[in-house]
């Protein structure tokens, strides 16, 4: 057995471009979270670990938490669970199938400010097409309990198209041969699904969970464009507070300390995923 | 009577995903004064008045242009150079994979917002301020994670056998993966490619601070300036989310149908 | 060993493409100065704007202006001037400000001091509260170019079909609302922004100004004064005790506003005078319906505005700040408010152009807002007004939807306030 040929000539080019983009801001951020700078004042100095010593302290920076948490749980559980049921509904063959499978796209396709004005003109009290079709007159985006799940709503409508695109990706990828050995055997959907499908399936999953949850867990825009964090800071996401932080109050140094409380969090999620469901990754 | 719920539950789904799009079709139709009208249906006096606007009252067209090669020019260099870093540590000898893999997912775990300030200072200092360039480098960057380990994950599947096979047969690594590997992933691919496309598509912060001109201006940041200080322009708006998606749909439906359907599991055994 | 050397190639070509064929296509002709104006989307037709800007090259020649268009979104223009500023950029010379950005601006060292731009005696020509507004230290930052102020808007047909008139205090407000409610059924008495947002701060500072309170009183804060207390909890009433206004106001903005009466759905609004002219236009079904007047007050006498609009000012970066200096002298003269006004709707600062003749026969409408204009407060003038706004909006968002009491929401918001105050806020 040959030593395997080694690969750094293919994987330099994507660490050269990473390194030289990235490797600046995220150490800015890293630097400046140690800092209190505050710019009208011009005020650069620093100060170690307050900062972060604040935030633990700090009820606005655990209710963005809270938030946050509750906002990926969800969102995530939910795209997983239609993505998947989806996929494999998609995965079958049927005329239109290619057509379908487009349009499933669309609201990936939407641009996310679109989105959410869209969904903001939806979710409207008095003319609204959710209230008018549910006969009710319900304050989504107002109400302390309903905004944060009209965001949620809105969220998983947006991006279970990726959960499923993936996903059918992934099911591409499994043999027919062994459906149609388990049917000979006489296995049932479900078994099939939990003994063949389901495993052959977890790297992709994995893939879609880790994703998912980096980007829930910064959402930013579209729940900014749909209720700015309100009411009462109930829809107030991490982002959303870091952002409020940095560029309305101009503390970059508190600001920076929050994205990377931010970073290192789903730092710990990410690894937690892939110890779980991961069974080698060399 | 299971082909029935079968049917039914495409239905379902086709409803849920492109309702809203619909409404706003609907919507794009309307004119002004039937725009807050109860209930919200169909319009008795439909326009094409939006549409006219949306083109006449920007450049638009310069703007679609804008992101139609922004997110070509993505896609291209973050599949080149994502399945070329997927190849390496899938296949090849390459020291601290998982480190490696780790370094590349961390570059996705920050927040836009933080990194936004630092980042627009190195496109001024480059002096690429309000050109496609900054864009796709950015874009190609912050992309590369996703397709990365995607792909690496498509590679792997891949049979081993394969890959020593054809070192017997005498092919060079590249060769291997030109001619075989991208080939036998193209799903992988495929669905990499749409998902970088709509990213950079759809992508806004980035594009309202780094641009600044309808020189480079892209498609969300053109949308966000429809509105003014309190007037919000929902025909034109909903004119213009139209606009954007259909030829979204049109693009992934014929990928799909060209590349996607030909390819079957067989293509691994032999 | 390098492999892939064809696809490191194509690469580099790729870049080389993009390099080339995407440098900015800015020819600075050496012989012109170039002035580059960043400011919101300018309302209406962007011609009149545009004609605008050529007159002023025509009487300055050898200078050009480039101007670019920001996103009308106050917060989205405030982060490009934070971003941009803190980098020290000298992109761009004139820019075009919230009137509640100019002391954390100057404070900060971005903008330059354009006190030498007011002739004697000039300042009083402005409108007093934007003037306050812009001047920091007694230095003046900033030129006011156009001005906003909160309005009370009501349906003119209705009280005169009960033969009530327009209330002059909250409380008629409410009893007139209480007793036409009834007989209309689906229609919302008072409707106003109640959203987390910057508007939600405007409307209730017009009340705590109007029952005598405020936030500072110098250096002191003062914000959970038993008279705000009472006009904080007032808001809240008017929606769970007098029920006049519905409980969608805490996700309202101006425009859901301004769509509801406009629809002929409420009796009264508060909002901005843009409302107007939309009003008025062919086939709204309020056309001639509407009528405004000061906004109500508490206390005899004391109706408060808030104040908006925006004011001209000059980057302290600019390569250029003379020929700044000439665009903003120029833009805020008599001639452009007044062009403005006429063309664009956008009202002037000058207290003069408002018994201009020509103002008063086209735009009636704008010259009757004299007395709302002068009575426009500005919130406070303090470098540390966005944090304190930050912590403003979700208390006055938390007292509203009930999930504190006013309060315990003004209490932690002056606790929140000193400590910024103090500058210990990190």
């Given at each position: 057995m040959t030593k395997r040929e080694n690969g750094y000539g293919f994987v330099m080019p994507a660490l050269v471009l990473l390194s030289f983009v990235t490797v600046y801001p995220i150490f800015y951020v890293f630097y400046l979270s140690l800092h209190r700078k505050l710019l009208i004042f011009d005020i650069s100095k620093y100060v170690g670990l307050d900062n972060y010593l604040f935030l633990l302290q700090d009820d606005r920076f655990w209710n963005a938490m809270k938030n946050t948490v509750y906002f990926t749980a969800v969102s995530v559980s939910l795209e997983l669970l239609i993505g998947l049921s989806l996929a494999i509904l998609l995965h079958r063959s049927f005329r239109f199938k290619g057509l379908v499978r487009a349009i499933v796209l669309i609201p990936w396709a939407i641009p996310t400010v679109v989105s959410a004005r869209m969904w903001e003109w939806m979710y409207n009290t008095d003319f609204g097409i959710l209230n008018y079709m549910l006969g009710a007159k319900i304050n989504w985006l107002g109400d302390t309990f309903w905004a944060i799940h009209a965001a949620i709503l809105m969220d998983v409508w947006k991006t279970t198209p990726f959960v499923v695109i993936l996903l059918i990706a992934g099911l591409k990828v499994i043999p027919q041969e062994l459906y149609q050995a388990a049917k000979i055997d006489g296995a049932g959907n479900w078994a099939i699904f939990r003994r063949i499908t389901f495993p052959l399936l977890r790297p992709v999953i994995l893939?879609?969970?880790?994703?998912?949850?980096?980007?829930?867990f910064r959402v930013f825009d579209a729940v900014y464009v749909l209720t700015g964090g309100g009411p009462a800071n109930t829809t107030e996401t991490l982002s959303i507070y870091a952002y409020k932080v940095l560029f309305q109050t101009l503390q970059f140094g508190y600001g920076s300390t929050l994205s990377v409380t931010v970073f290192l969090f789903i730092g710990c999620i990410s690894i937690f995923y892939i110890k779980i469901l991961s069974k080698e990754m060399r | 009577m299971k082909r029935g719920v079968f049917y039914f539950s495409i239905v379902l789904m086709v409803l849920y995903c492109s309702g809203p799009f619909l409404w706003q079709f609907i919507t794009s139709l309307k004119p002004d004064y039937e725009l807050?009208?109860?209930?919200?249906?169909?319009?008795?006096?439909?326009?094409?008045?939006?549409?006219?606007?949306?083109?006449?009252?920007?450049?638009?067209l310069r703007i679609i242009l804008n992101s139609a090669i922004v997110a070509s020019s993505t896609t291209i260099l973050s599949l080149i150079i994502g399945s070329s870093c997927a190849f390496g540590l899938a296949k090849l000898r390459v020291k601290y994979k998982s480190f490696i893999l780790g370094f590349i997912l961390s570059v996705s775990m920050f927040p836009p917002i933080a990194t936004v300030s630092p980042l627009y200072i190195i496109i001024r200092a480059l002096g690429i301020r309000d050109t496609w360039l900054a864009l796709v480098i950015t874009y190609t960057t912050f992309s590369l994670p996703l397709s990365i380990w995607i792909l690496t994950n498509f590679f792997k599947e891949i049979p081993d056998e394969i890959y020593l096979a054809a070192r017997v047969d005498g092919c060079t690594p590249y060769q291997i993966f030109y001619k075989i590997m991208l080939p036998l992933s193209l799903p992988g691919i495929f669905?990499?490619?749409?998902?970088?496309?709509?990213?950079?598509?759809?992508?806004f912060l980035f594009a309202l601070t780094f641009t600044s001109t309808p020189a480079s201006r892209t498609i969300p940041v053109a949308i966000a300036l429809f509105p003014g200080l309190h007037e919000v322009p929902w025909g034109d708006i909903a004119a213009a989310s139209v606009v954007v998606t259909i030829p979204l749909i049109f693009i992934v439906f014929a990928f799909q149908r060209r590349i996607v359907e030909g390819l079957t599991s067989g293509a691994i055994k032999g | 060993m390098l492999n892939?050397?064809?696809?490191?190639?194509?690469?580099?070509?790729?870049?080389?493409?993009?390099i080339i064929g995407c440098t900015p296509s800015n020819k600075d002709n050496s012989a012109f100065t170039v002035i580059v104006f960043k400011h919101g989307k300018i309302a209406g037709d962007p011609e009149h704007f545009k004609n605008v800007l050529k007159r002023f090259e025509e009487e300055n020649p050898g200078i050009i202006i480039k101007d670019?268009?920001?996103?009308?979104?106050?917060?989205?223009?405030?982060?490009?001037?934070?971003?941009n500023l803190e980098g020290k950029s000298s992109d761009f010379d004139v820019m075009s400000m919230d009137v509640i950005w100019v002391p954390e601006f100057a404070r900060a060292g971005w903008l330059r001091d354009v006190s030498h731009l007011f002739s004697k005696g000039e300042r009083s020509e402005f409108f007093p509260g934007p003037m306050k507004a812009v001047t920091y230290h007694n230095k003046i930052y900033a030129i006011p170019w156009y001005i906003d102020a909160g309005l009370l808007y009501y349906r003119k047909d209705l009280l005169q079909k009960y033969g009530l008139s327009p209330p002059k205090t909250w409380q008629e407000l409410i009893r007139t609302a209480q007793y036409i409610m009834p007989k209309e059924p689906g229609l919302y008495g008072f409707i106003w922004q109640g959203k987390q947002y910057e508007g939600l701060v405007c409307n209730v500072l017009e009340y705590f100004w109007s029952n005598g309170g405020g936030i500072l009183e110098d250096t002191k804060v003062v914000i959970d004064s038993d008279e705000n207390i009472y006009s904080l909890r007032f808001m809240r009433n008017m929606i769970i005790k007098f029920r006049v206004t519905p409980y969608l106001v805490t996700t309202a903005i101006e425009e859901s506003t301004r769509h509801i009466f406009g629809n002929g759905k409420a009796l009264f609004m508060r909002n901005w005078p843009y409302a107007w002219n939309i009003f008025e236009?062919?086939?709204?079904?309020?056309?001639?319906?509407v009528g405004v007047t000061l906004l109500p007050s508490f206390l005899e006498g004391m109706s408060a505005s808030t104040l908006g609009g925006w004011q001209l000012g000059i980057n302290v970066y600019s390569k250029h700040p003379e020929a700044a200096e000439k665009l903003i002298k120029f833009l805020t003269s008599p001639e452009a408010q007044k062009t403005l006004a006429l063309t664009v709707g956008y009202k002037p600062t000058r207290k003069s152009l408002y018994k201009d003749k020509d103002l008063l026969r086209e735009q009636p409408f704008i010259a009757s807002l004299y007395e709302v204009f002068m009575k426009a407060k500005p919130r406070p003038v303090s470098p540390y007004y966005m944090m304190i706004?930050?912590?403003?909006?979700?208390?006055?968002?938390a007292a509203l939807s009930g999930i504190k009491t006013p309060e315990e929401a003004l209490r932690s918001a002056r606790k929140q306030i000193e400590h910024i105050m103090k500058g210990k806020n990190d």
């Amino acid at each position: 057995m040959t030593k395997r040929e080694n690969g750094y000539g293919f994987v330099m080019p994507a660490l050269v471009l990473l390194s030289f983009v990235t490797v600046y801001p995220i150490f800015y951020v890293f630097y400046l979270s140690l800092h209190r700078k505050l710019l009208i004042f011009d005020i650069s100095k620093y100060v170690g670990l307050d900062n972060y010593l604040f935030l633990l302290q700090d009820d606005r920076f655990w209710n963005a938490m809270k938030n946050t948490v509750y906002f990926t749980a969800v969102s995530v559980s939910l795209e997983l669970l239609i993505g998947l049921s989806l996929a494999i509904l998609l995965h079958r063959s049927f005329r239109f199938k290619g057509l379908v499978r487009a349009i499933v796209l669309i609201p990936w396709a939407i641009p996310t400010v679109v989105s959410a004005r869209m969904w903001e003109w939806m979710y409207n009290t008095d003319f609204g097409i959710l209230n008018y079709m549910l006969g009710a007159k319900i304050n989504w985006l107002g109400d302390t309990f309903w905004a944060i799940h009209a965001a949620i709503l809105m969220d998983v409508w947006k991006t279970t198209p990726f959960v499923v695109i993936l996903l059918i990706a992934g099911l591409k990828v499994i043999p027919q041969e062994l459906y149609q050995a388990a049917k000979i055997d006489g296995a049932g959907n479900w078994a099939i699904f939990r003994r063949i499908t389901f495993p052959l399936l977890r790297p992709v999953i994995l893939i879609v969970l880790i994703f998912r949850t980096l980007d829930a867990f910064r959402v930013f825009d579209a729940v900014y464009v749909l209720t700015g964090g309100g009411p009462a800071n109930t829809t107030e996401t991490l982002s959303i507070y870091a952002y409020k932080v940095l560029f309305q109050t101009l503390q970059f140094g508190y600001g920076s300390t929050l994205s990377v409380t931010v970073f290192l969090f789903i730092g710990c999620i990410s690894i937690f995923y892939i110890k779980i469901l991961s069974k080698e990754m060399r | 009577m299971k082909r029935g719920v079968f049917y039914f539950s495409i239905v379902l789904m086709v409803l849920y995903c492109s309702g809203p799009f619909l409404w706003q079709f609907i919507t794009s139709l309307k004119p002004d004064y039937e725009l807050t009208m109860i209930p919200p249906v169909i319009s008795k006096n439909p326009t094409a008045i939006h549409y006219v606007s949306i083109f006449r009252e920007h450049p638009f067209l310069r703007i679609i242009l804008n992101s139609a090669i922004v997110a070509s020019s993505t896609t291209i260099l973050s599949l080149i150079i994502g399945s070329s870093c997927a190849f390496g540590l899938a296949k090849l000898r390459v020291k601290y994979k998982s480190f490696i893999l780790g370094f590349i997912l961390s570059v996705s775990m920050f927040p836009p917002i933080a990194t936004v300030s630092p980042l627009y200072i190195i496109i001024r200092a480059l002096g690429i301020r309000d050109t496609w360039l900054a864009l796709v480098i950015t874009y190609t960057t912050f992309s590369l994670p996703l397709s990365i380990w995607i792909l690496t994950n498509f590679f792997k599947e891949i049979p081993d056998e394969i890959y020593l096979a054809a070192r017997v047969d005498g092919c060079t690594p590249y060769q291997i993966f030109y001619k075989i590997m991208l080939p036998l992933s193209l799903p992988g691919i495929f669905t990499t490619a749409i998902l970088v496309f709509i990213f950079s598509w759809n992508e806004f912060l980035f594009a309202l601070t780094f641009t600044s001109t309808p020189a480079s201006r892209t498609i969300p940041v053109a949308i966000a300036l429809f509105p003014g200080l309190h007037e919000v322009p929902w025909g034109d708006i909903a004119a213009a989310s139209v606009v954007v998606t259909i030829p979204l749909i049109f693009i992934v439906f014929a990928f799909q149908r060209r590349i996607v359907e030909g390819l079957t599991s067989g293509a691994i055994k032999g | 060993m390098l492999n892939g050397a064809t696809g490191i190639k194509a690469l580099l070509l790729l870049f080389c493409y993009l390099i080339i064929g995407c440098t900015p296509s800015n020819k600075d002709n050496s012989a012109f100065t170039v002035i580059v104006f960043k400011h919101g989307k300018i309302a209406g037709d962007p011609e009149h704007f545009k004609n605008v800007l050529k007159r002023f090259e025509e009487e300055n020649p050898g200078i050009i202006i480039k101007d670019e268009i920001l996103p009308a979104s106050t917060d989205e223009q405030h982060q490009f001037y934070v971003i941009n500023l803190e980098g020290k950029s000298s992109d761009f010379d004139v820019m075009s400000m919230d009137v509640i950005w100019v002391p954390e601006f100057a404070r900060a060292g971005w903008l330059r001091d354009v006190s030498h731009l007011f002739s004697k005696g000039e300042r009083s020509e402005f409108f007093p509260g934007p003037m306050k507004a812009v001047t920091y230290h007694n230095k003046i930052y900033a030129i006011p170019w156009y001005i906003d102020a909160g309005l009370l808007y009501y349906r003119k047909d209705l009280l005169q079909k009960y033969g009530l008139s327009p209330p002059k205090t909250w409380q008629e407000l409410i009893r007139t609302a209480q007793y036409i409610m009834p007989k209309e059924p689906g229609l919302y008495g008072f409707i106003w922004q109640g959203k987390q947002y910057e508007g939600l701060v405007c409307n209730v500072l017009e009340y705590f100004w109007s029952n005598g309170g405020g936030i500072l009183e110098d250096t002191k804060v003062v914000i959970d004064s038993d008279e705000n207390i009472y006009s904080l909890r007032f808001m809240r009433n008017m929606i769970i005790k007098f029920r006049v206004t519905p409980y969608l106001v805490t996700t309202a903005i101006e425009e859901s506003t301004r769509h509801i009466f406009g629809n002929g759905k409420a009796l009264f609004m508060r909002n901005w005078p843009y409302a107007w002219n939309i009003f008025e236009k062919e086939g709204s079904p309020v056309k001639g319906k509407v009528g405004v007047t000061l906004l109500p007050s508490f206390l005899e006498g004391m109706s408060a505005s808030t104040l908006g609009g925006w004011q001209l000012g000059i980057n302290v970066y600019s390569k250029h700040p003379e020929a700044a200096e000439k665009l903003i002298k120029f833009l805020t003269s008599p001639e452009a408010q007044k062009t403005l006004a006429l063309t664009v709707g956008y009202k002037p600062t000058r207290k003069s152009l408002y018994k201009d003749k020509d103002l008063l026969r086209e735009q009636p409408f704008i010259a009757s807002l004299y007395e709302v204009f002068m009575k426009a407060k500005p919130r406070p003038v303090s470098p540390y007004y966005m944090m304190i706004t930050q912590v403003m909006q979700p208390e006055f968002s938390a007292a509203l939807s009930g999930i504190k009491t006013p309060e315990e929401a003004l209490r932690s918001a002056r606790k929140q306030i000193e400590h910024i105050m103090k500058g210990k806020n990190d």
